[in-house]
């Protein structure tokens, strides 16, 4: 083998080496990148369940407030304040006719 053979054949064997060093590294680029977006993924998963959860607490303890301002608004005692503050009275029998069918 003459000496630029050699140096030939050197130059090839470092660019094989080179070629399948790039080729691990982009695998392993390919693989880091992957993996953080997976991460980054999950974490916005994470942030948009709790955020939903939250809601729903606010959506609950609104529920409730509502419901109870509604059984509020069924007891008598409020029915009898709000008719007298809107100048209503009791229903008495001259209130009612009396129609006769024959």
């Given at each position: 083998?003459?000496?630029?053979?050699?140096?030939?054949?050197?130059?090839?064997?470092?660019?094989?080496?080179?070629?399948?060093?790039?080729?691990?590294?982009?695998?392993?680029?390919?693989?880091?990148?992957?993996?953080?977006?997976?991460?980054?993924?999950?974490?916005?998963?994470?942030?948009?369940?709790?955020?939903?959860?939250?809601?729903?607490?606010?959506?609950i303890k609104r529920n409730d407030r509502?419901?109870?301002?509604?059984e509020q608004y069924k007891r008598l005692?409020?029915?009898?304040?709000?008719?007298?503050?809107?100048?209503?009275?009791?229903i008495t029998p001259e209130d009612f006719?009396?129609?006769?069918?024959?």
């Open positions: 083998m003459s000496h630029e053979g050699f140096i030939l054949y050197l130059s090839l064997r470092r660019l094989e080496v080179v070629i399948k060093y790039s080729i691990l590294l982009f695998t392993m680029i390919i693989f880091v990148i992957l993996y953080v977006w997976q991460n980054i993924e999950m974490m916005r998963m994470k942030i948009d369940r709790h955020n939903t959860i939250q809601l729903e607490k606010q959506i509502l419901r109870y301002e509604i005692d409020y029915i009898i304040d709000y008719a007298e503050r809107n100048s209503m009275r009791m006719e009396t129609i006769v069918i024959k």
